[in-house]
């Protein structure tokens, strides 16, 4: 089956702008994560949905960031008045359920965002 | 809450050569641990994961782990590495509840021809 899909795969964008990240699951994976990679480091963890409901936004950086996710299924991270230091690849994952055996996360290919 | 300590950020090491990448976690209930693969440029994938059972875990690419719950860790191993192996490991653990799963910062194996 089809695994876990973000779109674009590639942004540029200058700063101060808007930018809308895409992330489409696995059909029927209730928990979904987004994550930041910056060049050379760890996964950043930014927040997690269980279904439509995010019970963990702790790592958004500022609240310029922010995420939605709807019907269960797609969800969008936005940033919006994007600076230079947003400039990492966007990672989003899913899993059958968050918290326990069944979160085995399944990681997409990223979006790479560039802010000039 | 959960945590994962992965102590070393690299580890260079010659190709054949035997490999262990450490990990630790911390957590206060029953913990499912899993180990993820980074290739430069790519995104991460499952290498291995326990669950329950055999506290031996083999997972792809001749890559094991032992969970060891009186030392609560859960190191990787690899007896003998190759070039290919030269990627990024992120060591994770979840725990029951709905909570988030929580990755290690990642350790560089670099393995050198």
């Known amino acids: 089956g089809a695994g876990v899909s973000q779109s674009p795969s590639n942004k540029v964008t200058e700063k101060g702008k808007d930018v809308e990240l895409r992330c489409d699951p696995i059909?029927?994976?209730?928990?979904l994560y987004w994550y930041r990679q910056s060049l050379g480091q760890g996964l950043e963890f930014l927040i997690y949905?269980?279904?439509?409901?995010?019970?963990?936004k702790s790592g958004l950086p500022s609240d310029r960031f922010s995420a939605e996710r709807t019907g269960g299924s797609v969800s969008t991270l936005t940033i919006q008045r994007t600076q230079q230091e947003d400039s990492a690849v966007y990672l989003c994952?899913?899993?059958?359920?968050?918290?326990?055996?069944?979160?085995?996360?399944?990681f997409g290919p990223g979006t790479r965002l560039t802010v000039l | 809450a959960q945590s994962v300590t992965q102590l070393d950020s690299q580890v260079p090491v010659f190709e054949e050569a035997p490999v262990e990448l450490r990990c630790n976690y911390s957590?206060?209930?029953?913990?499912?641990l899993f180990w993820y693969v980074q290739y430069p440029n790519q995104g991460l994938q499952l290498l291995l994961k326990?669950?329950?059972?055999?506290?031996l875990v083999k997972g792809i690419n001749g890559f094991e782990a032992e969970f060891n719950k009186s030392q609560t860790s859960f190191h990787l191993r690899k007896p003998s590495v190759h070039i290919s192996d030269t990627a990024e490991y992120f060591c994770a653990v979840s725990s029951g509840g709905y909570q988030k799963v929580t990755f290690g910062t990642g350790t560089k194996l670099q393995v050198i021809p």
């Open positions: 949905f269980q279904g439509n409901s995010a019970p963990d």
């Open positions: 994952a899913s899993s059958l359920r968050a918290g326990g055996p069944t979160d085995t996360q399944y």
């Open positions: 957590s206060s209930v029953s913990v499912y």
């Open positions: 326990y669950l329950s059972g055999s506290t």
């Open positions: 059909s029927g994976h209730t928990a």
